[in-house]
């Protein structure tokens, strides 16, 4: 079992940056595929980004394509999601999310959720 804990989110003017960390308790924190999903206030949750175990394969919602990266440090048993040129349909709660082994774009393919952090951008 593993438990997430999001941080970093914030208030941000549109053209600025971000960077979310979500630091994951215990010692197999590598064998988890890691992934980022948002939620709208009234919206479902939805696919942001999402990394292998290993770091080598990454995949990203055509929405964030080119303004976010997504990261991992296995020793320090974190992800990271690098935001930049952040817009207002960017404002959510960002929740990290794990699974065992390969990674998935689905809410309901993540066994595991941090509290979510929020992030709102104004115009």
């Known amino acids: 079992q593993v438990q997430l804990v999001e941080s970093g989110g914030g208030l941000v003017q549109a053209g600025d940056s971000l960077r979310l960390s979500c630091a994951a308790s215990g010692r197999t924190f590598s064998r988890y595929a890691m992934g980022w999903f948002r939620q709208a206030p009234g919206k479902e949750r939805r696919f942001v980004s999402a990394?292998?175990?290993?770091?080598?394969?990454?995949v990203y919602a055509d929405s964030v394509k080119g303004r976010f990266t997504i990261s991992r440090d296995n020793a320090k048993n974190t992800v990271y999601l690098q935001m930049n040129s952040l817009e207002p349909e960017d404002t959510a709660v960002y929740y990290c999310?794990?699974?065992?082994?390969?990674?998935?774009?689905?809410?309901?393919?993540?066994?595991?959720w941090g509290q979510g952090t929020q992030v709102t951008v104004s115009s």
């Open positions: 999310a794990a699974r065992v082994q390969y990674l998935g774009t689905s809410p309901d393919e993540y066994d595991y």
């Open positions: 990394i292998s175990w290993s770091g080598g394969n990454t």
